[in-house]
């Protein structure tokens, strides 16, 4: 009678950690959720280290030390809405 007693626990206990190894906070499932959220934020991670990338671009172009005139004109036209006086605006 006692060994059938210890059997049920021992066996109750197994059945407890392998749920817990599986289903827990620590589990089997969770480390797949881990896994996953960290595949996407790296991905975003990428995304804005190239939109970074891009602003940084756009500022040297723009500084003192490099000028580039095509993106100052481009930059005039789209934000203050210049135009040259021989160019008509058609909307």
Do not use: C, P, W
């Amino acid at each position: 009678m006692g060994s059938i007693i210890f059997f049920s626990v021992a066996f109750m206990l197994g059945v407890y950690f392998t749920f817990a190894a599986v289903q827990g906070d620590y589990g089997l499932f969770r480390r797949v959720e881990i896994a996953a959220e960290r595949d996407a934020l790296s991905h975003d991670l990428e995304k804005l280290n190239a939109q970074i990338a891009e602003l940084e671009n756009l500022t040297r172009r723009l500084s003192d030390t490099y000028l580039d005139l095509d993106l100052l004109d481009q930059q005039a036209r789209s934000v203050l809405g210049m135009i040259r006086a021989d160019e008509i605006v058609i909307r």
